[in-house]
């Protein structure tokens, strides 16, 4: 494992569209990954636009890697189906905070930076990762893959050690 950067608080805020799975619903619930981290968050019961709004924790480390998302629908009698799957680029939200430290700012809000969709991500629209009083947030809505519909919010913030990612 390399050099510990922080804390990644992931919040599994809600997802919208999600596919049916059941006789007329699904029973949601998710599975993040960060390299060998495994987080899940609880299940929402008949609901195909869950709300979770649940804090998954992860240490982040260098190389900075992908956080992987899964989504499941819960069954009782057989294996859970699967819902659709995302990712996140961890590396923007990095390199936002080495250019908060850089510009020695710990109060107030800051865009410091704007990640928009395109073929490499999983994002449904532009996302901003803001400075909020020291701390490295990122709100995004990330779009199912492998699935006729469905998106998830997360709002992730980075929680650094004392001095912070460097380079």
Not at 39 to 49: D, E, G, R
Not at 122 to 142: D, H, K
Request: hydrophobic share 40%; proline share 4%.
């Amino acid at each position: 494992m390399g050099e510990l950067l922080g804390l990644l608080k992931v919040v599994v805020v809600q997802g919208k569209r999600l596919v049916i799975r059941d006789f007329k619903s699904s029973d949601p619930y998710v599975i993040a990954k960060l390299g060998d981290q495994v987080a899940k968050t609880k299940v929402i019961n008949s609901c195909l636009n869950p709300v979770w709004n649940e804090e998954l924790t992860f240490s982040l480390t260098e190389p900075v890697g992908v956080l992987n998302l899964e989504v499941f629908d819960k069954d009782r009698f057989k294996a859970d189906d699967k819902m659709g799957h995302a990712y996140l680029n961890l590396q923007p939200l990095v390199s936002a905070a080495r250019l908060s430290h850089a510009l020695r700012v710990s109060s107030g809000e800051m865009t410091l930076r704007k990640v928009v969709p395109d073929t490499d991500n999983c994002l449904v629209r532009e996302s901003s990762i803001s400075l909020i009083n020291g701390e490295v947030v990122q709100s995004v809505w990330l779009r199912l893959c492998a699935v006729e519909s469905g998106e998830i919010e997360l709002k992730v913030r980075l929680i650094e050690t004392r001095d912070g990612p460097s380079r």
